[in-house]
């Protein structure tokens, strides 16, 4: 079956750490994106990514990154400097010609200890 | 004005009953304008686009006003698997950052339809 898969499905974080939200499409996708939602807010744009080898900052890009290697793959990493990391994070992704319709992956629900 | 507003909600309905949402939009140069449903705890998905001449899509119909920068959409004879969370989603300009693609999420409309 295509689609986005996302892993883990839960995550913690401890203080000062770095981690490292998975997000694999197989739907042969070229645009991949990574959001963040809050409760009771709309999802916000951390990183995109249209093409391999190259990725855009979105609105909230601080304390976060991205790497683009692969075009199955656009893992996001939750770095210590983003102060407010619990949060919902959806991967999605779309194909050219139809950039703004998006596949969401699953989720990964990130929890600071 | 924020980028993408919605009607605050809850929403709470019998079955059986129509529901409409509506959703202003900031920006008058957006193109692409979309409803998107949201499950608890779940990822949001593509309900319906919306287009100048309105749409439909079974029970739902989707309206847009260029000119009042507004967006509806209607559900009528509501299901109780219709509840859900439904998110206004309308495209950046096209000059953003050089992008393409990028959307704008409203916060969402909880819809709960009773038995």
């Known amino acids: 079956d295509g689609g986005i898969t996302q892993s883990p499905k839960y995550l913690f974080r401890k203080e000062g750490q770095n981690v490292t939200l998975s997000c694999e499409q197989n739907l042969n996708h070229d645009a991949m994106y990574w959001y963040r939602q809050d409760p009771g807010q709309g999802l916000r744009l951390i990183y995109y990514?249209?093409?391999?080898?190259?990725?855009q900052k979105g609105d909230i890009a601080e304390g976060y990154s991205v790497s683009r290697e692969k075009k199955e793959s656009f893992p996001l990493t939750v770095t210590s400097a983003q102060k407010n990391p619990t949060a919902f994070y959806l991967c999605?992704?779309?194909?050219?010609?139809?950039?703004?319709?998006?596949?969401f992956g699953p989720g990964t629900r990130l929890l600071v200890l | 004005r924020k980028e993408v507003e919605q009607d605050p909600g809850p929403f709470n309905v019998p079955e059986g009953a129509t529901v409409a949402f509506n959703c202003t939009y900031s920006?008058?140069?957006?193109?692409?304008f979309f409803w998107y449903r949201q499950d608890c705890r779940k990822e949001p998905k593509l309900l319906m686009s919306?287009?100048?001449s309105g749409n439909e899509d079974g029970r739902f119909t989707a309206q847009l006003n260029r000119a009042s920068q507004y967006i509806s959409l209607l559900i009528r004879d509501s299901k109780l698997s219709d509840s859900a969370t439904y998110l206004c989603?309308?495209?950046?300009?096209?000059?953003?950052?050089?992008?393409?693609?990028?959307?704008?999420f409203g916060k969402g409309t909880k819809l709960s339809v009773k038995p």
């Open positions: 989603v309308v495209n950046r300009t096209p000059n953003y950052g050089g992008s393409q693609g990028n959307l704008i």
């Open positions: 999605a992704s779309s194909i050219p010609g139809s950039w703004e319709t998006q596949y």
């Open positions: 920006n008058s140069a957006s193109q692409s």
């Open positions: 990514s249209q093409i391999v080898n190259d990725f």
């Open positions: 919306v287009y100048s």
